[in-house]
């Protein structure tokens, strides 16, 4: 679960098109101009990537399938490149003052990233239009200056010709993420994980225990014969797709399947939640998990979920306050269909596990807002289980999130250790005596894996009552992942999941 970060292009004409100082207003193209936005609100806020651009293009339904696609590659393409982008203008302009207004920032650096990476676009095109966008922002002069700068960096890359883009998006990352990511994986893992496709990555759907996937698969497939429907990698209940359009639309969404990325999917069974069983998910969020936890505990189990913030656990509580309904019959012909919002796939920005899940087919019994670093509440002793999805970087989201290592800072990591022990720790004194406790965690990096996987397991100097043992899996899958150990990691380059660690314990008392 990633903690909260700090808040840190089509037209036509020559390649002076935009900066003559014309009098009439410049005429933006659609896909730079919504990709501009989302760029201005992403570096003006902390807005999430995906949601700034899921929301634009909600407001600009006459883009075309290909003008989506455009300004999707633009958005994530500059966020990912943004360091060498502004790296090589600086090279080629004498001042600096057009970094200062987002807008201008965005046009310029898309039309650098266009004439980089981008080869089905011509270059004088390229200019053109990222000149006309940033007049169009910043008046003539600023349109001058992009036009001059452009233009020398058009004759560069013809020259030299097109940089890699995996080297730029290395090169783009922080030195201290880059040097984390080397300490974690080694610098040829390290750079492969920076460099990760697709970006941004498909969406994924978690299927209820029990439903059939490759049924499933064609019924989906016949639902929406544009898209494309793939069965996951990892989880055995996942489908990943692409140009899906809106969920909720598809048969089966919120009772036999959700919108769930697959390597959190992952986490959830690798809990090895049983039927009959207890279990607590102590950083629910919004309930994807518990959703998921919810039906492998039928029949006879209950799943209780807590968080920190009332207003996810609202949310939760609308989605999951009804006993679980049977999906049979959500087959081709469409089945109950569940409404609520969920976040789209690439054509809508590509949406990560978040969305509400109102009236889904699942359980959960009660709900606990709870601060674990203060204390446990009013949660229960007493649970066969525990996941602990602690708050995090978020450093194994930045295909979906490439805002993330923009706004992350090296001092993250240590105060980011110590809230994820707290947390655990305290939320190890809800299970019973030799319960199980899953700790994970959206990141890859050291510090906030195998350090504190050691911390957990190490004799602690509090008076919680509690030691925590590493033991081997027993979910398959997660054995599976972890070659019979106590800890695994998921790696898109690997996988082609988003990255995630995960470690068991039992807990004693």
């Known amino acids: 679960m990633a903690d909260r970060a700090k808040g840190g292009r089509g037209g036509a004409g020559g390649a002076g098109g935009g900066g003559g100082g014309a009098a009439s207003r410049p005429r933006e193209s659609a896909p730079r101009a919504v990709a501009a936005r989302v760029l201005a609100r ?5 807005a999430f990537a995906s949601a700034a651009l899921d929301a634009e293009l909600r407001r600009a339904p006459a883009l075309d399938p290909r003008d989506v696609g455009l300004t999707t590659e633009l958005v994530y393409g500059v966020l990912r490149a943004q360091g060498a982008l502004e ?16 807008l201008v920032r965005a046009h310029v650096l898309m039309g650098a990233y266009s004439l980089c990476f981008l080869d089905r676009i011509p270059p004088f095109a390229a200019v053109s239009e990222a000149v006309d966008g940033a007049q169009s922002a910043g008046g003539p002069r600023v349109g001058a200056f992009a036009n001059a700068v452009l233009r020398r960096l058009a004759a560069a890359v013809e020259a030299g010709g097109r940089p890699p883009l995996a080297d ?5 990352a922080p030195g201290w993420l880059r040097g984390a990511l080397r300490r974690s994986l080694g610098r040829a893992a390290a750079e492969a994980f920076l460099s990760a496709g697709p970006v941004p990555p498909p969406t994924g759907l978690c299927l209820a225990p029990g439903e059939d996937r490759g049924a499933w698969l064609e019924a989906l497939r016949a639902a929406a014969p544009s898209a494309i429907f793939e069965a996951g990698r990892v989880s055995p209940r996942a489908i990943v797709a692409r140009g899906a359009g809106d969920l909720r639309r598809l048969p089966g969404f919120g009772a036999a399947w959700i919108g769930q990325e697959e390597g959190a999917q992952a986490l959830a069974i690798a809990l090895g939640a049983r039927p009959g069983e207890r279990v ?6 919004r309930g994807n998990k518990s959703w998921l936890l919810s039906r492998a505990v039928l029949p006879g189990g209950a799943v209780d979920a807590a968080d920190l913030y009332p207003a ?3 949310q939760l509580r609308a989605a999951l306050s009804a006993p679980p309904a049977s999906s049979e019959g959500a087959g081709a012909d469409g089945g109950a269909l569940a409404g609520g919002a969920q976040a789209g796939d690439a054509q809508g920005g590509g949406g990560a596990e978040g969305g509400a899940l109102e009236r889904a087919a699942a359980f959960v019994r009660e709900t606990y807002a709870v601060d674990w670093t203060v204390g446990a509440g009013d949660v229960p002793e007493g649970y066969d289980r525990v996941l602990v999805d602690a708050p995090c970087s978020g450093v194994g989201t930045l295909r979906r999130r490439p805002e993330i290592a923009l706004r992350r800072e090296a001092d993250d990591l240590p105060r980011l250790a110590d809230l994820q022990v707290a947390i655990a720790r ?26 504190v996987a050691a911390r957990l397991a190490a004799p602690a100097d509090d008076d919680l009552g509690v030691r925590l043992e590493p033991a081997p899996f027993d979910a398959e899958l997660a054995r599976e992942l972890a070659a019979g150990g106590d800890a695994f990691r998921l790696l898109p380059h690997v996988h082609g999941t988003d990255g995630y660690f995960a470690a068991m314990f039992v807990v004693r008392r």
């Open 87 to 102: 790296a090589r203008i600086a090279e080629l302009a004498a001042k600096g003052r057009w970094t200062t207004d987002p």
């Open 426 to 451: 305290r939320a190890a004194t809800r299970a019973r005596d030799g319960g199980r406790l899953v700790f994970a965690v959206c990141s890859v990096l050291r510090e906030e894996c195998e350090a």
């Open 42 to 46: 992403v570096w003006g806020s902390d």
């Open 280 to 285: 607590l998910d102590a950083c629910a969020g």
């Open 168 to 172: 730029a998006v290395v090169a783009s």
């Open 312 to 314: 996810k656990l609202s």
